[in-house]
């Protein structure tokens, strides 16, 4: 069974340009998670969808927003990068009903000049 | 405000010996417990998990122990072994309404195994 995919899986940008970033869930999941991993605050809860319904949201800025298709496969994008905003996203599938345990991606690099 | 803390930044062992890594935890709210491992460029690997409602779950060399009424829990890896060198998140989930999805991490603690 082939695992979460992310892409790509590194990305360099200048501040005030926008990014999408990929991820394709584990076969047969339909929740979709996305985290953000920086060294001062380590991973931090972006937001999860399900079933093309975004069920939650973390304490980011309206600028990260998501979506996900019928397939399950979810992007997420950021607009009007800041130097802040670099960063390791990783995205997560599971099930999406209880235990939440999730699989992670490799994640992608995000690089803000 | 932090709610699942691993207080160690980093813990070194001998191959062979115990590795014990801590994590506590603030929401009561909290009904079920992860341990992933993450190797420098990959993302985290999801090791072993406990729901609230036991005090221990075991799978092969990982063990860990939940304690509610001290909201603190432990992984236990024995042996250690180099290849365990990586470092590992303590994560918790709640159930329902704003926690669909969420996963609360810790901070990390690096585990180094010594040959």
């Known amino acids: 069974k082939a695992g979460v995919t992310q892409t790509p899986r590194y990305l360099i940008k200048t501040r005030g340009q926008q990014v999408t970033l990929s991820c394709s869930p584990i076969s047969g999941h339909r929740s979709v998670s996305w985290y953000q991993q920086t060294p001062g605050q380590g991973l931090q809860f972006l937001f999860e969808?399900?079933?093309?319904?975004?069920?939650n949201k973390g304490n980011f800025p309206g600028r990260f927003s998501g979506r996900q298709f019928s397939n399950s496969r979810s992007e997420m994008n950021v607009s009007t990068l800041e130097l802040g905003d670099s960063a390791l996203y990783l995205c997560a599938s599971s099930l999406g009903s209880s235990p939440n345990i999730q699989y992670f991606g490799a994640g992608t690099r995000l690089s803000v000049l | 405000d932090q709610q699942v803390k691993q207080n160690s930044p980093s813990l070194s062992v001998q191959e062979g010996r115990i590795s014990i890594l801590n994590c506590d935890y603030t929401n009561s709210m909290f009904d079920y417990f992860l341990w992933y491992k993450k190797y420098p460029a990959e993302g985290p690997t999801f090791l072993i998990s406990?729901?609230?409602?036991?005090d221990k779950n075991e799978d092969g060399r990982f063990t860990v122990f939940l304690n509610k009424s001290a909201k603190h829990l432990s992984l236990h890896i024995v042996p250690s072994q180099p290849g365990d060198s990586a470092v590992y998140f303590c994560a918790a989930s709640a159930k329902g309404g704003t926690s669909y999805g969420k996963l609360t991490f810790g901070q990390g603690t690096i585990l180094t195994v010594h040959p």
């Open positions: 969808y399900f079933s093309e319904t975004q069920r």
């Open positions: 406990i729901s609230s409602i036991k």
